[in-house]
Each structure stands twice: as C-alpha cells, then as structure tokens.
C-alpha cells in the first residue's frame, strides 16, 4: 500500500544560513530601539566666540625646522651634502700594462709539468697533523706516561717510600724500647745508661790499682798502731771498691731517684 504523502528534498544548510541572519536582524534592530540618543555636550555662550587652539595650530601655515631640530641627529654637522660629478673613464694607452696584447698570441707556447699530483697528495697527507679534540690528547698523554713509568720501573726492588717507612718504624720502635721502664727495676730507681756504667767503672778499677799500690808500699814488718791503722783502712778501702766493681760489672745498674 502506497502511502499519498509526497516527500519534497530540503537545503538544510541554506535554511540554518537563512535563519542565522534573520536572528542577527532582529538583535540588532533591538539594540537600536535600546540605544539612547547622544547628547549634546554643554557650552556656554560667554566662550561662543572664541576660536579652538587646536584649530589655529591646524590652519598655520607649516614653517622650516628650526636649526635645533638637528640637535644630536645623525651626519647633521657633516655640512651639505657633495655631489659626485661622474666621468668618463679613458684608458691611458701610454701606461704599460702587464698582460701583452693580444696579436702576440700566437707565439705563446703553453708548458706542462707532468706532475704525479697522487704521490703529492700522499705525502702531504703523511705531513699533515690530525686536529684531535683536547680530551683524546689528555688520554693519549695519560697513556704515554703510564707507559713510561711502566718502562723505567724496576721489577723486584723495595719501593725507596718503603725502605724509607721501614727505617721510620725501626726508629719508632727503638725509641719505644729505650722509653719502656724495665719490670726488674725497683721502684723510685732508674736505670744507669751504658755509657756512665763503663766510665764509672773504669774508675773504680783505676781506684782498686791505686788501693793496692798503696797496702804493697806498707812495711810489713812494723806493728806500730800508725801502720795497724792505715793499713785497715786501705783494706776497708778496696773492700768497697771491689763490691762497686762487682755491681757496675752487671749489664743493668739502677741508681736511685733522688726526689
């Protein structure tokens, strides 16, 4: 079944264009009914007369610029302009020149070097030097020396900072040893050093030889109380010397600290 309605095609892009102006129409004869007349602006009629400042400066005649108008501008003191007047340049035959004329081309006979221009490249490019950044030349040094050290470097012998710390240590430790009181020692004693021990004890044996030189110039046959007494006194003598001798024999002799 048919239907009896008749479908007609429609520009919908030409009725929204249409429809779009018709609305700008009717907003903009809404802002006119809105807008109010501009008003006249005030005047008084005491200055009615009177001519417009601006007016009187638009009608007067323009003058030249002063010379001040120049002031700090540019070429303004190079004074008038100077007009180049242009001629003619004339050659001047009676100058030589360096390139002869050209009737004497026919003499020229031109001469060619056979130069091997690839052997020439080869050897400049052997002479030329390679423009290498600074970083790579740094490198190329830091190598270098390490080669070299590595070269002059003698394998299997004590570094001399070595030999020297050991003898430093050695040192150390002497002076540990020397400053660290003996255990045998008693206390308020100190110990007598080396070289004090053996001049005291040369003393004492020069003192002994003395002693005994003494008692062996004693008579022996007189029992005089003179004599009796001297002679124990002698003995006395080189009693003490013998046990001091026996005491500065030791390889260790303390002495007291007198306080």
């Avoid at 007047?85 to 004329?101: A, C, G, H, L």
């Avoid at 950044?133 to 003698?154: C, F, G, I």
């Avoid at 660290?180 to 100190?190: A, E, I, K, Q, Y």
Wanted: hydrophobic share 30%; charged share 30%.
């Amino acid at each position: 079944m048919r239907s009896n309605f008749d479908f007609k095609t429609k520009n919908q892009l030409n009725e929204n264009v249409r429809r779009l102006r018709e609305i700008q129409r009717n907003c903009k004869k809404r802002q006119e009914e809105k807008q109010e007349p501009v008003k006249v602006l005030w005047k008084s009629e005491k200055y009615s007369c009177v001519e417009s400042k601006i007016k009187q400066d638009i009608e007067k005649p323009v003058s030249s610029r002063p010379s001040s108008a120049n002031f700090l501008r540019a070429h303004s003191r190079a004074g008038p302009p100077v007009k180049l007047e242009s001629r003619p340049v004339t050659p001047d035959i009676t100058n030589k020149t360096s390139v002869p004329p050209a009737s004497t081309a026919q003499n020229v006979t031109l001469i060619r070097h056979n130069w091997d221009f690839i052997k020439v490249n080869g050897i400049n490019a052997k002479k030329a030097s390679l423009n290498r950044p600074h970083s790579l030349t740094a490198l190329d040094d830091s190598k270098k020396r390490q080669e070299d050290l590595l070269n002059n470097y003698h394998f299997g012998e004590v570094p001399s900072y070595l030999q020297k710390r050991k003898q430093e240590w050695r040192h150390e430790e002497d002076q540990r040893i020397a400053n660290t009181p003996d255990p045998s020692m008693p206390p308020g004693h100190r110990q007598l050093p080396e070289n004090e021990r053996k001049e005291t004890l040369e003393l004492l044996l020069a003192k002994q030889k003395d002693v005994v030189t003494q008692i062996q110039k004693l008579p022996i046959g007189a029992d005089t109380i003179r004599v009796k007494q001297q002679r124990q006194s002698l003995e006395k003598q080189l009693t003490e010397v013998e046990e001091a001798i026996k005491i500065f024999s030791r390889p260790k002799v303390f002495v007291r600290v007198e306080s």
